[in-house]
């Protein structure tokens, strides 16, 4: 096992991550701003210098590791063909003074662009790019791609997994811990918002916040079974993907702080987690804040406050009972089974439904506060765009 | 059947559709001010001329589905441009519309809390590929419609299992259009067609899907589009939405209707 680790603007994390001597292959992160831009928006991380993640790309090399650049908004409003020389200019600047490795890509046709006028440099595709089947991971392959992360809605497809490793011969990467919502229904226009926040051009007139969170918050708050259905990969069920080949396992976010990020990691070091597992899953603010209850946001709230300031108004807070899931074997349905979870209804298996009994918890006043708090939100950004 | 026809925005054509099929037709609208996918230019009309149609097919008694599916709109609706569109779908919305097709999470919202009585599909451009994707929009979200992906379509034991699980009703198909199977690069047309067409580049639009048809070709990658057998199979198993887009000239198109709808 490998990891893929965040770079958060904090060098203190990859010092630790050095010590610690962790399986580290690659660190990824970015500039605050660029051209093409990523996957977090500029108001969501920290606002470093690049002086700063310069010295971080020296701490990965000294880690023995790559530094992978993120390059990888999904929509680029067509300055792949309006800027190619600027994007061409600030990749190179990239490589010859960042010293980068590795760039991850969502868009086809800059990696493309890329791979033409940089073919040394080693090109991820990223998980934006939806590459769930063995034919798109091919074409990929043809562009020019060194490695794929695979988009998490097939990490419990063992069938269509094993296939694309059979079958190809690009290098793999698997994203274990995102506590997104299984088939979100607004996942590329998530994407599509993230992405243009973070890039040079952007100059909304209003400050990006993470609306479509809003709807995952709220759909777990209504069924927690899908803290269940959500295709993250335990710790403890590290094995069985690598029993089908696949090595490298990305761990996330950007956005968390050392200390989170440092628990998450040192879980998949050891390979088991004990507690609860939405510590670790990217989504939740539960590791070290369990206790603290969600309170019901009021109108004065919402006057005082920008939506941004209201974010602790939106927080879940489950527990999921990482124990309970090695001691039922929870994966083991999805190996045997070789079960396609996305042309089938859930109703007609009810397997999470029934996991989600026995391991989640979710308390009623938190999750009735996250449903009522997120609906008075949403009326409020809709008068302050109607404003 | 429902039958949801691009509508060219007079009204000669309008009476020459209703000649053909005075059943259930629906007319798609496309509105100037508010950004869609369609490269034809000439079914745009401005919001005035968009009125006076709407009113007209009202009388007639027929029903309007506003097309409103861009698949970027650049962080746009949090701006003043946001904004803008709110107010032009308080106008047109409140000419009794009957469906609107959307792919906009933020626009989602506000029809869902503001226009209640308004349908909402959610368009092609919400890549609604799987079974999931349907549970997730018209039961979680509640949608009104789902258009579905081609893929999903031509794979009748799997449009068995939807019929099984979903009402007919909801489920929308594309009955003239052509998408391509395991195509990495259809986000990134989406994307470009998106800001193109909302910066009124009509020509490097034009040029752009030329250019990606000719290297789908190259490449050899799949055509999907439904043929007539398979429309009729999809009939017989009750499914009741279907869309014409036009993407010929008005007197071809409504000739391609006529053999379509007769």
């Known amino acids: 096992m490998y990891l893929s680790l965040p770079y958060n603007g904090d060098l203190e994390f990859l010092k630790t991550v050095k010590d610690r001597k962790y399986p580290v292959k690659t660190v990824y992160g970015k500039r605050f701003q660029d051209v093409i831009g990523g996957g977090r928006a500029r108001y969501d991380i920290a606002n470093y210098s690049d002086d700063n993640l310069k010295q971080a790309i020296e701490l990965t090399h000294e880690i023995g590791a790559e530094f992978n650049y993120l390059f990888n908004a999904p929509c680029s409003a067509n300055i792949e063909e309006k800027k190619q020389k600027e994007i061409i200019e600030q990749v190179k600047n990239l490589i010859e003074e960042y010293k980068i490795d590795m760039m991850t890509i969502a868009n086809p046709k800059l990696l493309k662009i890329l791979k033409e006028n940089f073919p040394n440099l080693k090109f991820s595709v990223s998980i934006i790019s939806k590459v769930d089947s063995l034919e798109k991971v091919l074409e990929y392959e043809k562009v020019g791609a060194t490695e794929i992360t695979l988009d998490y809605n097939i990490y419990r497809n063992f069938n269509e997994l094993k296939r694309i490793i059979k079958n190809s011969s690009v290098n793999f990467q698997l994203l274990a811990n995102d506590g997104y919502l299984f088939n979100c229904p607004w996942a590329t226009y998530h994407f599509q918002l993230e992405g243009h926040d973070s890039q040079d051009n952007y100059n909304g007139s209003l400050k990006y916040f993470s609306y479509c969170r809003f709807n995952c918050k709220q759909k777990s708050a209504q069924d927690p079974y899908e803290l269940i259905r959500g295709m993250w990969i335990r ?16 761990i996330i976010d950007r956005l968390k702080e ?31 804040k369990e206790s603290v209850k969600t309170p019901q946001i009021t109108q004065n709230d919402m006057k005082v406050n920008t939506i941004q300031n209201l974010r602790h108004y939106w927080d879940l807070k489950p527990y999921i009972d990482n124990e309970k899931l090695t001691k039922l074997n929870f994966l083991d349905f999805f190996v045997k089974n070789k079960i396609d979870c996305r042309n089938k209804k859930c109703s007609d298996c009810m397997y999470c439904k029934n996991i989600a009994d026995v391991t989640v918890q979710v308390d009623n006043d ?22 | 059947m429902n039958y949801f026809i691009d509508l060219l925005p007079n009204k000669r054509f309008i009476e020459k559709i209703i000649n053909i099929n005075d059943s259930n037709i629906i007319f798609n609208m496309y509105i100037s ?10 079914l745009y009309c401005d919001i005035e001329n968009a009125k006076d149609l709407i009113l007209y097919i009202k009388e007639k008694g027929y029903r309007v589905n506003i097309m409103f599916d861009v698949f970027c709109f650049g962080n746009k609706e949090f701006t003043n441009k946001g904004k803008d569109i709110l107010y032009l779908l308080d106008k047109i919305l409140e000419l009794n519309i009957d469906y609107i097709t959307i792919t906009n999470n933020f626009f989602f919202n506000y029809i869902k809390r503001r226009h209640k009585e308004c349908k909402i599909i959610m368009s092609e451009y919400c890549e609604i590929t799987n079974v999931q994707k349907i549970t997730r929009f018209l039961e979680d979200l509640k949608a009104d419609g789902v258009k579905i992906d081609n893929v999903l379509a031509k794979n009748s034991e799997l449009m068995e299992y939807i019929k ?44 752009l899907v030329e250019k990606y048809k000719k290297e789908q070709k190259e490449v050899n990658n799949k055509e999907i589009f439904l043929e007539d057998n398979e429309i009729k199979q999809l009939v017989q198993m009750g499914y009741k939405n279907f869309w014409y887009y036009c993407n010929t000239e008005e007197e071809k198109y409504i000739n391609q209707l006529y053999e379509k709808l007769k």
């Open chain 1, 235 to 250: 710790p403890e069920d590290i094995h069985y993907y690598e029993e089908l080949g696949f090595q490298k396992f990305k």
């Open chain 1, 258 to 288: 050392t200390n989170w990020l440092l628990n998450a990691v040192e879980a998949y070091v050891n390979r088991q987690y004990k507690g609860n597992l939405s510590d670790i899953l990217c989504s939740f603010d539960t590791f070290e």
């Open chain 1, 366 to 387: 938190n999750a009735n506060n996250v449903i009522y708090n997120l609906d008075s939100i949403k009326e409020k950004i809709i008068d302050t765009v109607k404003e």
């Open chain 2, 33 to 42: 001010q508010i950004p869609t996918m369609n490269i034809n230019k000439n």
């Open chain 2, 164 to 207: 099984s699980h979903f009402d007919a009703d909801y489920i929308h198909i594309d009955a003239n259009k052509i998408t391509y199977e395991n195509d990495i690069y259809k986000d990134y047309l989406n994307n470009s067609m998106s800001h193109f067409l909302q910066d009124g580049k009509w020509e490097e639009v034009n040029k």
